[in-house]
């Protein structure tokens, strides 16, 4: 056999194998924090719940694979997956730019705006930079609304935690004088015992140069097959009601978006 024809034979098989090995996944380990609730977050029972898990979950029902949990800090989500520790981030994690630098997404399954919220007694009633100015504010670091929060309140004195539950602790303690988070996960907590110290004053137009293009699922460099079976799979469950019956769980708004 000539050079040129066993290339060319070992071309076709290798890319058989490849499409094969794209047919044959039957399961994926998918990273989620676990500490961003009701987006995701461990029951009482111990167990890995919230919109996020459930929306996952669907997804991998339509592609007809396993999902295996994990969780994984903040921090460490990203690299994590580069490393190869799991196969996908369905974690509430923004489709920015500077993501789309290190990894690859899916299209969007929510895009919902970021949402300040302040103690009932206080005096502040707008979310104007003005009306926030020299005010202390909570966010959680690394995430598309801290940086909101230090593009849009620069006056302002913004602290970041590791987590949405340590700058909850701190505005019910007096430590803040108001947090910024997205509209379900600070709804989630008003509407429960531990956020009735506070209220909600309203939420800003979503900037996709600040916000992103949305909430994605996270993939590998060079996976971009994948991505797009989860993107088949989110406009799947959008279409046949999965997707409102796990949304009108969380939320009393749909939180898809555009």
């Excluded at 500077?98 to 979310?127: G, M, Q």
Aim: net charge negative; charged share 25%.
């Amino acid at each position: 056999m000539s050079f040129a024809r066993m290339a060319l034979a070992t071309l076709m098989s290798f890319t058989a194998v490849s499409a094969l090995q794209a047919e044959e996944i039957t399961k994926l380990r998918i990273a989620t924090e676990g500490a961003y609730p009701p987006f995701n977050y461990t029951g009482s029972d111990g167990v890995l719940t919230g919109f996020d898990v459930e929306i996952g979950n669907a997804l991998c029902a339509e592609m007809k694979v396993e999902c295996e949990w994990g969780t994984q800090e903040w921090d460490g989500m990203i690299p994590g997956l580069v490393a190869g520790k799991y196969d996908a981030i369905i974690a509430s994690m923004s489709i920015t730019d500077e993501r789309l630098e290190r990894i690859s997404f899916s299209r969007s399954y929510y895009n919902t705006p970021s949402t300040v919220a302040v103690p009932k007694d206080s005096p502040v009633t707008e979310i104007t930079p003005e009306a926030l100015d020299g005010l202390l504010i909570g966010a959680q670091g690394g995430t598309t609304h801290s940086v909101v929060a230090e593009e849009i309140y620069s006056d302002s004195d913004v602290s970041l935690y590791p987590t949405s539950e340590e700058y909850k602790l701190d505005i019910e303690n007096g430590r803040l004088d108001a947090v910024i988070d997205d509209l379900g996960v600070l709804q989630s907590w008003i509407d429960s015992d531990e956020g009735s110290c506070c209220k909600i004053i309203g939420s800003l137009p979503i900037q996709p140069e600040l916000h992103g293009q949305g909430i994605g699922v996270g993939v590998r460099k060079g996976q971009e097959e994948l991505a797009e079976r989860f993107s088949e799979a989110i406009l799947a469950i959008r279409a046949n009601g999965t997707y409102k019956t796990i949304n009108d769980k969380y939320f009393s708004q749909d939180a898809f978006g555009e």
